[in-house]
């Protein structure tokens, strides 16, 4: 299951469902043991992390990992087994995760950070038939003279197969050109032009004009990702620097703006995971081929770039996107939700205080990283994805824990709430019903007269 | 923001802002000052991050502070309006390593004043934070500035302080509570001649009307 319908099965339907499933802290207190984002891991009595990492030697109890090991099945297309059961999934899954388990470090932060690659954190079977069917359906579309690129939005909107994702995103990105013949010589002519702006200036970075922002790129790229081994690699921490700086001494109107640097990952992730069996977090970048490495790191330039055009007034002086973004996400909730609406005015609480970071980071830092990617396949294949449809996907993330909003009494819970959404456990199962609400409200209330108040 | 008094027991909730340059230690100093924690690398704050300390202060008193630990990033300054609204203190953060972020919580302090005040006018108060302090060491010469600049700007004092290996955390931020509860109570007497007088004017004009 890659995610939601497109359209949308009813998505009230499932909310019930969605709401039941999820572990809602019940104290004050119990918000305040954990005041980190989503992926940090810090707070090691959360969520029962540790029953994961033990090594178990029953099948039953691993069911419930999430699972990596199928990585093998999806990245070698020849080979790719077609599981007809879960049964029989399982139990190739479990035959890998044993030995996974035993090589497994004792460190307290695995599992859940682990997971940044990988796509079902639900424990879904590695492939259905269905999925398979999907599958054969991209490699189609990609593999044609000119991909059809609306057809090709039209199936990314609910998720696109691991093993054809780099492409797709290059694709859908308007990187690479739909014409089949013309790719490979783009590809190579953006690339080189990367490595020639890097020629031309990235010796910049010490002079008088750029020394500050230089600066401040480098004293954040470590604070990007702390803790996920692989972007404390120096070969990696210098590529995000290089593709920062590069993008922020030609966007003089914005410059580099922290939240911008979140926005390298999911690209970078993306691109390099088109090289690695296993985990990306714990892969070693410097065991690429040269080549292969630029490459990864003139895509995530370009990529990212195209994102940020769309939305770059979120970053110009005074972040005027990031204020209207969420001037407007308070009138729509107003709209859809009046009782959360209510309830923040009676607590004093502000939309600023807390989606301000949800439109500057485009919700990355409250969910897993896996999610982030998930989200970004449905917004490259929105039309004004990162710019329009994300307010309705912010709208439906806040009306996704209303029962839990409207628990808390006062400012302070309420805040620390809207800080630290247990979304920790999320995986595409969660994002797509997200998403499909998202629809749902945007095809509702967009430009609607408030007369559709529910 | 005071919570009424029973049997002698006053609640305060009091916000207290943690500004100064991105990467000097605001989030840092947070952390530890609310759960006795450090972290080697944390995030950047976007926008700003909330967090409660509740202190007993004496047998009837408790404390609530609400510390908002505030972007430091230049560009975020536009909100800082919003953010800064109806705060009762705040700890300005600059890092001992990196001579430039005192100019930057100079900047910070500036705006402070420039955004809130007391309800009496003056400015509300502000430690000045000199953190980082297990890195280096504050020379007789840079105490006697610093010493300087508090007066000058009108910080109510200094502390070096150290996230990293809790140093002064807990006393600079007593420090600044005390200044609050003094304020406060200020205030709060102030309030009651006010109503004194009013209520004195209001009698002296009934009877001059009848």
Redesign the interface.
């Known amino acids: 299951v890659y995610g939601a319908q497109h359209p949308p099965l009813d998505p009230r339907r499932h909310r019930l469902s969605l709401n039941s499933k999820s572990k809602k802290p019940s104290t004050f207190h119990e918000f ?1 043991r954990s ?1 980190n ?1 989503a992926w ?1 891991i ?1 707070d090691e009595e959360d969520d029962g992390m540790f029953s994961l990492k033990q090594p178990s030697s029953s099948p039953v109890q691993s069911r419930s990992m999430p699972q990596t090991p199928c990585v093998k099945f999806i990245k070698a297309p020849e080979e790719t087994e077609v599981v007809k059961s879960c049964s029989d999934a399982q139990l190739n899954v479990n035959a890998g995760m044993l030995v996974k388990q035993q090589s497994l470090p004792v460190r307290p932060v695995i599992p859940l950070v682990a997971r940044i690659s990988d796509q079902n954190a639900s424990g879904a079977p590695p492939m259905t038939v269905r999925e398979k069917t999907r599958l054969d359906k991209f490699k189609q579309l990609l593999a044609s003279p000119n991909t059809d690129l609306e057809e090709l939005r039209k199936h990314s909107w609910s998720g696109i197969p691991r093993e054809v994702r780099p492409v797709t995103w290059r694709l859908l990105s308007g990187y690479l050109p739909a014409n089949r013949e013309r790719r490979d010589l783009v590809l190579q002519r953006k690339r080189e032009e990367y490595f020639g702006f890097i020629e031309q200036y990235y010796h910049s970075r010490t002079d008088e004009n750029h020394r500050d922002t230089y600066r ?1 790129i480098h ?2 790229i ?3 990702n ?2 996920i081994p692989l972007f404390q690699q120096p070969l990696v921490q210098e590529v995000f620097e290089r593709i920062l700086f590069i993008w922020a001494i030609r966007h003089p109107a914005s ?1 580099y ?3 911008i ?1 979140d926005l390298v990952t999911p690209f970078f992730v993306v691109f390099l995971s088109e090289f690695v069996e296993e985990d990306v977090e714990n892969f070693e970048m410097a065991s690429l081929p040269q080549d292969t490495q630029r490459n990864i790191e003139a895509d995530s330039f370009w990529c990212m770039s195209k994102l940020l055009d769309g939305i770059q007034d979120n ?1 110009t ?3 005027p996107g990031i ?1 209207i973004k969420v001037k407007a996400l308070e009138e729509l909730v107003s709209r859809i939700d009046e009782d959360v609406h209510v309830h923040f005015q009676k607590c004093e609480v ?1 939309y ?3 989606a ?2 949800w439109m ?2 485009l919700l990355m ?1 409250e969910l897993p990283l896996r999610c982030t990617i998930r989200l970004w396949d449905t917004y490259q294949a929105e039309s004004e994805g990162f710019s329009h449809f994300h307010l309705y996907v912010c709208a439906a993330f806040l009306i996704k824990w209303r029962k839990e909003i409207l628990s808390m009494l006062d ?2 819970s309420l ?2 709430l809207l ?1 630290n959404l247990p979304t920790i456990h999320w995986g595409n199962e969660e994002v797509g019903l997200l998403l499909a609400e998202a629809y749902r409200l945007k095809y509702m209330f967009a430009d609607a007269p408030s007369h559709y108040k529910r | 923001m005071s919570g009424g008094a029973e049997l002698g027991f006053t609640e305060h909730l009091f916000k207290v802002l943690v500004i100064g340059d991105h990467k000097v230690g605001k989030t840092s100093f947070v952390k530890r000052y609310v759960k006795n924690q450090f972290y080697e690398e944390l995030k950047t704050t976007i926008g700003v991050d909330f967090s409660m300390k509740v202190i007993d202060w004496d047998s009837h008193t408790r404390v609530r502070l609400q510390l908002w630990d505030i972007a430091g990033q230049e560009r975020l300054r536009g909100l800082n309006r919003v953010f800064f609204k109806r705060s009762s203190g705040a700890l300005v953060v600059y890092d001992m390593t990196n001579g430039s972020t005192l100019d930057g919580a100079l900047n910070w302090k500036h705006e402070l004043d420039s955004q809130v005040m007391l309800k009496n006018g003056r400015p509300i108060p502000a430690v000045l934070l000199a953190n980082k302090c297990d890195e280096t060491k504050v020379c007789r010469r840079n105490a006697s500035l610093l010493e300087k600049l508090c007066q000058e700007k009108g910080f109510i004092g200094w502390f070096q302080t150290s996230a990293k290996e809790n140093i002064n955390v807990d006393e600079a931020a007593k420090f600044l509570v005390k200044h609050i509860l003094q304020n406060n109570e200020e205030s709060v007497k102030e309030e009651e001649q006010n109503m004194q007088i009013n209520l004195k004017q209001q009698s002296k004009s009934n009877s001059t009307c009848c």
């Open positions: 305040a005041t984002d940090d810090d401040q004293i954040d470590p604070r990007t702390p803790l410059g703006v922290q939240g640097n970053y002086f005074a972040q204020q502000e600023l205080q807390f301000f970071r500057n980071n830092r400012f302070q805040l620390m800080q």
